[in-house]
């Protein structure tokens, strides 16, 4: 049965869930910049993301928040990490009150060190706090977009509402399985960018395949350490929201991470590189409230560390792989 749905965000990832959900459903996908609604509404097209998709004309755009919201049944969000609370605090007054919520974003909130469905938590009625779902996974907007076989995990406290989203999302080249785990699956969807740009860093430096592949299998036992320590369960990092995200973002060449990466290591400035950028690299605002949620939960963290210090120009580029290499010994496990 069709689901009225609202798309907040018309970033790639936005514009790709409207097409997805606009095959079936009416859609109403939220844009922050009215020229950019009109221009979706006129053209079937959006004029800056993923410009080859061509919308369905159950998708509407449009740039007011209420008119959006109104009587959506599901409510995705799709804006950078650090617009979420402020679109979360003008939009709660309109939700309708049995609408379920869907985070697709991947960070974490440097103030608070909370992931997105804490932020969510934080802001909107308790009553919405069970409807809250999260989408991770390995999920590039672009193939998504020419609906090349893509699979994402829904999680909820409540299952039945992650199913719910599940059965409204699902067709044949893009498949969501359920979870209850949501913190481990929105820790492996936020920290995996965090390993991302250690991974570009050491390819832009040249140093190789074996470092490539050591960095994202100790990255991921980082980020299984920070996710049990918050309660998530270890076995989840196995899945599609922790080693399958890791592996298509250290790897892919759509990784903007990995892209910022591998601009550091060949020796450009962090503020060049994004200043060059159309879209947000979340791992750079990840990965320095990364280490201070580490800190505090007491959690080891090197590589995120490490990134942290190259970042913040604390450590030169060049001494990235001697920095690693030259740690304590101990037990892979340890």
């Known amino acids: 049965m069709p689901v009225p749905v609202a798309v907040l965000g018309a970033g790639s990832f936005g514009t790709c869930l409207a097409m997805l959900c606009g095959r079936e459903n009416d859609v109403a996908l939220w844009a922050r910049d009215p020229a950019t609604a009109d221009a979706i509404n006129r053209e079937r097209r959006n004029p800056r993301y993923l410009t080859q998709v061509v919308l ?57 060190g909370f992931t997105m469905h804490r932020v969510m938590q ?77 991974v570009g860093t050491c390819d832009g430096l040249g140093l190789g395949l074996n470092a490539r592949a050591a960095l994202m299998t100790r990255g991921l036992a980082e980020i299984t350490r920070l996710g049990v320590a918050m309660g998530a369960k270890a076995i989840t990092f196995q899945g599609l929201s922790g080693m399958g995200d890791l592996v298509l973002t250290c790897t892919g060449d759509l990784s903007r991470n990995r892209r910022v990466g591998i601009e550091l290591g060949r020796g450009r400035a962090l503020s060049e590189i994004l200043d060059g950028m159309s879209e947000v690299a979340e791992g750079v605002r990840t990965t320095r409230a990364a280490v201070a949620l580490a800190r505090r939960m007491g959690v080891e963290m090197p590589i995120a560390e490490i990134v942290n210090e190259v970042l913040d120009e604390r450590l030169e580029v060049a001494r990235v792989a001697e920095r690693l290499m030259t740690r304590q010994l101990r037990g892979e496990h340890d």
Request: charged share 20%; proline share 6%; aromatic share 4%.
């Open 56 to 112: 369905p004309e159950r998708v509407t755009a449009t740039a007011d928040l209420a008119e959006a919201l109104r009587e959506r049944e599901l409510v995705i969000c799709a804006v950078p990490s650090q617009g979420l609370r402020e679109l979360l605090e003008r939009a709660r007054l309109h939700l309708h009150p049995g609408a379920i919520l869907v985070s697709t974003i991947k960070g974490i909130e440097p103030e608070t």
């Open 122 to 198: 934080d802001v909107l009625d308790p009553g919405h706090h069970p409807r809250i779902v999260v989408l991770s996974g390995p999920s590039f907007a672009k193939e998504v977009a020419e609906r090349k076989p893509t699979m994402v995990t829904l999680a909820s406290a409540e299952e039945a509402f992650a199913i719910s989203v599940q059965a409204t999302l699902s067709c044949s080249w893009f498949r969501c399985y359920s979870h209850t785990d949501v913190v481990g699956v929105e820790l492996g969807g936020a920290l995996k960018n965090v390993i991302a740009l250690a």
